[in-house]
T-cell receptor, first 116, second 111 residues
Framework: GAGVSQSPSNKVTEKGKDVELRCDPISGHTALYWYRQSLGQGLEFLIYFQGNSAPDKSGLPSDRFSAERTGGSVSTLTIQRTQQEDSAVYLC??????????????FGPGTRLLVL | DAKTTQPTSMDCAEGRAANLPCNHSTISGNEYVYWYRQIHSQGPQYIIHGLKNNETNEMASLIITEDRKSSTLILPHATLRDTAVYYCIVRPQGGSEKLVFGKGMKLTVNP
């Protein structure tokens, strides 16, 4: 079946410009996560959605970062006034939410963002 | 902070079993052990997870010690395509907890 998809695959932008990154989760997955991976760094959590709500935004690094999710499906991560340190791979994951038991997160291929 | 420790790297010969260790001495009773891997330039790929019992799927086997303080991921017949960074993660049962990735372990499968 279809996995998590992300677009664009690659994005090059100039410092100061805004960018939008898109994530399409696996159909039926109500939980959606954004992570980022900077060059040579580990993966760090950014934000978690349950449905259209974001109960955990603790990983967003600054107020230039925001995310929304509509219709309990597609999510957009927006970075305003991009800085060079925002260059990274932005990864999206989705999972089912069940009453009990851990829910496995499945990742998309990522969007590689380069800020010049 | 990651609650697991793994070797930085490991080599394995193609066709042989790769045994990847992980220590999680502070694991709580309701925390699962998850394994993911990340092949260069790709998103993390789920491999397997377990709570207490050993688990096996089409990709790998997971052996968890009785005290649950360590585990081993076994790739029974490693191939060159198994070369990747492998992450061992502990995560609470239920809810939708974020994954906390450590540095992982680079497995290189050699021909």
């Amino acid at each position: 079946g279809a996995g998590v998809s992300q677009s664009p695959s690659n994005k090059v932008t100039e410092k100061g410009k805004d960018v939008e990154l898109r994530c399409d989760p696996i159909s039926g997955h109500t939980a959606l996560y954004w992570y980022r991976q900077s060059l040579g760094q580990g993966l760090e959590f950014l934000i978690y959605f349950q449905g259209n709500s974001a109960p955990d935004k603790s990983g967003l690094p600054s107020d230039r970062f925001s995310a929304e999710r509509t219709g309990g499906s597609v999510s957009t991560l927006t970075i305003q006034r991009t800085q060079q340190e925002d260059s990274a791979v932005y990864l999206c994951a989705s999972s089912l939410v069940l009453g009990q038991g851990a829910e496995t997160q499945y990742f998309g291929p990522g969007t590689r963002l380069l800020v010049l | 902070d990651a609650k697991t420790t793994q070797p930085t790297s490991m080599d394995c010969a193609e066709g042989r079993a790769a045994n990847l260790p992980c220590n999680h001495s502070t694991i709580s009773g309701n925390e699962y052990v998850y394994w993911y891997r990340q092949i260069h330039s790709q998103g993390p790929q789920y491999i397997i997870h377990g709570l207490k019992n050993n688990e096996t799927n089409e990709m790998a086997s997971l052996i968890i010690t009785e005290d649950r303080k360590s585990s081993t991921l076994i790739l029974p017949h490693a191939t060159l395509r198994d070369t990747a960074v492998y992450y061992c993660i502990v995560r609470p049962q239920g809810g939708s907890e974020k994954l906390v990735f450590g540095k992982g372990m680079k497995l290189t499968v050699n021909p």
